[in-house]
């Protein structure tokens, strides 16, 4: 048996009171114009440099804010091989794609696509699907510790586009070729799906986690009953934390229902470590040398240190709006909603009033996401299926923060597989539901195009 899924200090004053006007949009849903600063709710933080995407709620209390830093050394720390003199951190893979999280999550920030054939991915991975029989599980560990074999490189190339606008200008667009090389396990099976996802930014997660499916699921339109051309649809998946079918909430395509299934998956999948909720090593039954190598306990990630990534990673605030005044900024927010923007990227939400944690409950927060599936078009397909996402489909990814992308570090790249270099870039890959604004957007005048870039880079 092998393989789950993935992906996966400074704090501020408490934000302001929001005032709201409502408004209906063009697509007949209604939304909200407002003083959306606090993106975060009262877990919004006003720092915008390196560190705007690894702070803690500013609400924390002494012990929460110890707590946190716990799990921001165990987010930020290598794990080692078997044996170890490293108590409580031994038991890393045999087989992996990093030591740390933090080595894929720079900064709690985005990961990287390989630059060329020549460069392996860090925090990129690569997911795998076949009906045959096979050695290499649902995810490539392209890394691993001294005695075993890394069961392949991953090898990128770049093809490149130009995409015209109407005005006669033009942008580069990108899309990879992958293949595998040096296969240490056997042949690859004659149907095999690959899927690049790139690793997502870490703030907000626990705000997201505490959404009610109730709210997520009012927006979703399988049959577009109103007529927008956007449907949007839930991805149910099982969740290894209350053993049942749950609506899918984290990943690219949906494939997570909770941030503690995230986080134990990822040390599973990405680190090779076991946990109560991943008790198996991360080896298929073709690889006797991964299985026969000394492991770190059982489990090698204690319920304790599982605790404590996942009191980290939900408590990571979210950075505040910036330039929310500026003219040009106000003008380029308009130019999003008359673009239909917001039909998949729903502004706001309100979180749960039975989240576990009370700095959790009721909180208006503005993610510019509706977390559903939607169709992109073929430009974007990976042909592969999660759960009940087709191979067109793609989870909204949340907006907040996206402006600070280039600073936290130096990844700035977007979309599941980190072709755009930009946001421009990752709009112009709109396809299928997205056609429509994306249309919307290439027929804008150079001035209104820069304004609505300039709103999204205030997020």
């Not at 984290?250 to 503690?260: C, I, M, N, T, V």
Request: glycine fraction near 10%; charged fraction near 25%.
């Amino acid at each position: 048996m092998k393989k789950r899924s993935s992906v996966f200090k400074r704090w501020l004053i408490p934000p302001a009171t929001l005032v709201v006007v409502g408004l209906i949009t063009p697509s007949g849903r209604a939304t909200e114009t407002a003083d959306d600063l606090n993106l975060g709710g009262t877990a919004t933080v006003f720092q915008s440099n390196s560190q705007g995407f690894s702070l803690p709620f500013p609400t924390l209390s002494g012990i929460e804010r110890l707590q946190f830093q716990a799990g921001d050394a165990l987010f930020t720390e290598a794990w080692v091989s078997s044996p170890s003199s490293t108590v409580g951190r031994d038991g890393l893979g045999p087989l992996m794609i990093t030591k740390a999280c933090a080595n894929c999550h720079l900064k709690d920030g985005r990961g990287a696509p390989p630059k060329d054939e020549n460069d392996e991915p860090v925090g990129l991975l690569l997911r795998l699907s076949s009906e045959e029989a096979h050695a290499y599980g649902d995810q490539i560990q392209n890394r691993a510790v001294l005695g075993a074999e890394p069961e392949a490189s991953i090898k990128f190339t770049w093809t490149e586009k130009p995409e015209g606008f109407p005005d006669g200008s033009s942008v580069n667009l990108r899309s990879p070729t992958i293949r595998l090389d040096k296969l240490a396990y056997g042949p690859l099976p004659s149907d095999l799906q690959m899927s690049a996802r790139l690793a997502p930014p870490q703030h907000g997660l626990g705000l997201i986690d505490s959404v009610d499916a109730a709210t997520i699921l009012e927006w979703v339109d399988e049959q577009d009953e109103n007529g927008d051309g956007i449907s949007g649809r839930a991805n149910y998946v099982f969740s290894h934390s209350t053993n049942k079918i749950e609506l899918g909430r984290f990943g690219w395509k949906a494939s997570q229902p909770s941030l503690r299934d995230q986080d134990a998956s990822a040390f599973n999948g990405d680190m090779g470590l076991t946990s109560t909720l991943f008790p198996l090593q991360n080896c298929s039954d073709r690889q006797t040398v991964c299985k026969d190598l000394p492991n770190g306990g059982d489990p090698e990630v204690t319920d304790k240190q599982l605790n404590l990534m996942f009191h980290y990673s939900r408590f990571i605030a979210v950075p505040a709006r910036r330039d929310v005044d500026d003219a040009e900024v106000k003008k380029g927010r308009t130019l999003f909603f008359e673009a239909n923007c917001q039909s998949c990227h729903r502004p706001s939400m309100v979180t749960s009033a039975n989240a576990d944690h009370k700095l959790l409950q009721n909180q208006k927060v503005w993610p510019y996401s509706d977390f559903l599936l939607h169709d992109m078009g073929e430009g974007l397909a990976d042909h592969r299926a999660d759960g009940l996402a087709s191979g067109t489909e793609w989870r909204t990814p949340p907006l907040w923060g996206i402006g600070l992308t280039g600073v936290v570090n130096p990844n700035e790249f977007y979309l599941h597989d980190g072709r755009a270099r930009s946001v421009e870039e990752a709009i112009l890959w709109h396809g299928g539901e997205g056609e429509k604004s994306r249309d919307a957007y290439k027929g804008l005048s150079a001035e209104n195009r820069k304004a609505l870039l300039r709103f999204l880079k205030s997020l």
